[in-house]
């Protein structure tokens, strides 16, 4: 126990005064989101969105001069009334239309829900109020999960596996090859340390950056937590695979770039998969990123529970043990061949 | 004296390339044992299968008449030839965290008023001079008191005051009864600090013995040294000669006889210098090259 200490300990002394690397780490995810929250800080969109439950939205088209005939006004149908509300307190959509009883729901705090009701009454000056309140979920608000998740991606893949390569070539594995410290030890220390250095950072990230943008929280932190835990392990393990042999820093970094831009693109860093082909959909679910996002997205914006992405913390799980499992087995200090 | 190590048969092939090809010779405890050879001889292929960081291709290794597994690496200490040590740490530091790998250590003070570390102790790994850094890899080869220490090039690289303080750090292990294994490119770093010789070329090994009685076995007199513009002129002497770093080199049995010849033969003899042959000589004579080449 005590040798997987002293490197565990090194290596965050190493990581601690490795003054650019921590400031990257920090700055990076910030200056991110502050540019993002710039860009899209205005509200650009001249359409107003008008949720409808389902069943009454069929008969309502049999009045033609109903509201829903109106122009400019995009409608969108729910089945559950719970996740429509939802949406309204979201403002994600402007208000929420039950014509079987005669009731709808608004925003109080909408502006654009204010225009949209005064239209709804001027059709149906019937219609019941049933009035709501939460903040909107801004772009920043969905776009942060994908920038923090990215960060701990490119530090897990490339804090990881290219130290490891840069260990091997300069002789430092070779060092620590000649003593009685296990391959084991070495690289559970590797993995214990950087995924202290990756949660922490992100923590303190996730608690900076929530004091300026104030985001919109749903879920569990805790819940979070475990998916930021379960993410950077399984992305660690995936870097130790593609480092468990190679000598060759320009071989290994080529592979993580591989890795880490598909994922970046794929797993919903920047935007949603939603409406895109089913085999990209598909094909994005082989990445841990595109769990880890989905998960902390479901908990932050839906207030899904533990039980809800239990099937995103399974992959997960599974995902690293399978790749620490072969990257251990694969593991050469040297890099000899045969 | 007992074998500490016994090297049997020892093979390692690198895809079509033959690096060491079947040697085997003991190494007894206590003695500092070099082992010479030119670059790409097979001497760090053969040391680094020694260590245990290689594995042979074929024979074996026994320490203390065993064959060697993980727990070998708390016998032996090791200074590669090429190595690193992780960056952003102190020297006390780096002693700390390998202190810590091993059962049974050195106190860090001793480490480090053995190995001259006093005034680096708190210095960050990555401002340490070439000889600085060897002390420091040497402190940590010693670290857990080892058996057996393996030195691959200790001196290569550093200024020769740096090299002579080496050696006298070398010494002092040695006095300690401690079994010492060296290889270097330096022969009068060999002829200074090793019991016993072997010299490999090829992958195999070529010589073996104590300096002194290799030297004798084949030397038997002097060696004279005359410039190179009197080439000629010892050529019609039909005096046997080689020429060595741009010098001719008459090794005689007989001095007096041979500058006697000289003379007869109106060669001149401003530059002479005569001097005892060295391991260098011998390494020439058997190899047919110098170590550098």
Request: charged share 20%.
């Amino acid at each position: 126990m005590q040798k997987f200490i002293a490197i565990f300990k090194a290596r965050n002394i190493e990581f601690l005064r490795d003054r650019a690397t921590l400031s990257w780490n920090f700055i990076f995810p910030v200056l991110l989101l502050v540019g993002f929250s710039f860009v899209f800080s205005g509200d650009g969109k001249a359409l107003y969105k008008v949720g409808i439950l389902d069943t009454q939205a069929t008969e309502l088209k049999k009045e033609p001069s109903s509201f829903i005939q109106l122009e400019h006004l995009e409608f969108v149908n729910y089945q559950q009334a719970k996740k429509a509300i939802l949406k309204v307190d979201q403002h994600k959509i402007d208000l929420l239309v039950d014509f079987s009883q005669q009731q709808y729901w608004v925003n109080s705090t909408s502006s654009k829900g204010y225009i949209v009701e005064q239209l709804l009454l001027a059709k149906h000056p019937e219609m019941q109020r049933s009035q709501t309140t939460g903040k909107p979920i801004r772009y920043i608000d969905w776009v942060m999960p994908g920038i923090l998740g990215m960060n701990m991606m490119f530090s897990c893949l490339f804090g990881v596996g290219y130290v490891i390569v840069r260990y091997r070539k300069n002789g430092v594995l070779k060092r620590f090859q000649a003593t009685p410290l296990s391959a084991f030890e070495f690289l559970a220390a590797q993995i214990a340390s950087r995924l202290l250095i990756v949660v922490t950072v992100t923590s303190l990230l996730f608690i900076g950056c929530n004091f300026l943008f104030d985001f919109y929280i749903l879920g569990s932190l805790l819940n979070l937590f475990i998916v930021a835990i379960l993410g950077a392990s399984s992305m660690i393990a995936l870097s130790l695979l593609i480092a468990s042999r190679s000598n060759s820093e320009e071989f290994t970094g080529g592979m993580l770039n591989f890795i880490s831009w598909p994922m970046m693109f794929l797993s919903g860093v920047w935007f949603s998969l939603e409406g895109s082909p089913a085999f990209v959909q598909g094909f994005a679910q082989i990445f841990p990123l595109t769990h880890m996002l989905s998960a902390a997205r479901a908990i932050m914006t839906d207030g899904a529970s533990f039980s809800d992405i239990a099937d995103h913390l399974i992959i997960l799980s599974l995902m690293s043990v399978v790749f620490l499992a072969a990257g251990s087995w694969l593991f050469n200090w040297n890099g000899e061949k045969g | 004296m007992t074998d500490i190590l016994q090297i049997k048969n020892l093979s390692k092939k690198f895809s079509e390339t033959i690096a060491v090809n079947d040697i085997s010779f003991n190494v007894k405890k206590g003695q500092c044992f070099g082992l010479l050879g030119p670059n790409g001889a097979g001497k760090t292929t053969t040391i680094e299968m020694m260590e245990g960081i290689l594995k042979p291709t074929a024979g074996e290794i026994l320490f203390n008449g065993h064959p060697i597994d993980k727990s070998y690496y708390h016998d032996i200490g090791i200074q590669f030839q090429h190595t690193a040590i992780q960056d952003y740490l102190t020297v006390g530091e780096t002693l700390d965290m390998f202190a810590k790998f091993y059962t049974r250590t050195l106190s860090k003070a001793k480490l480090i008023e053995m190995c001259a570390l006093e005034e680096i102790a708190n210095r960050d790994t990555r401002k340490l001079s070439g000889g600085q850094r060897q002390r420091l890899l040497l402190a940590l080869a010693m670290l857990n008191d080892p058996k057996i220490i393996f030195l691959d090039e200790p001196t290569t690289g550093l200024d020769p005051q740096s090299r002579r303080n080496f050696w006298q750090l070398i010494e002092k292990i040695k006095a300690e009864n401690k079994t010492v294994l060296l290889t270097t490119h330096y022969m009068d770093e060999a002829e200074s600090l090793c019991d016993e010789i072997l010299i490999v070329d090829k992958g195999k090994i070529i010589q073996q013995g104590t300096p002194k009685a290799m030297l004798k076995e084949h030397f038997s007199g002097v060696i004279a040294l005359l410039p190179i513009n009197v080439q000629e002129k010892i050529n019609r002497a039909n005096i046997p000669y080689s020429v060595i770093k741009q010098q001719i080199e008459i090794e005689s049995e007989n001095i007096e006889q041979t500058i006697k010849q000289l003379l007869e033969s109106e060669v001149s003899l401003e530059g002479l210098q005569v001097r005892s042959p060295n391991l260098e000589d011998l390494f020439i004579k058997l190899t047919g090259h110098k170590l550098r080449s």
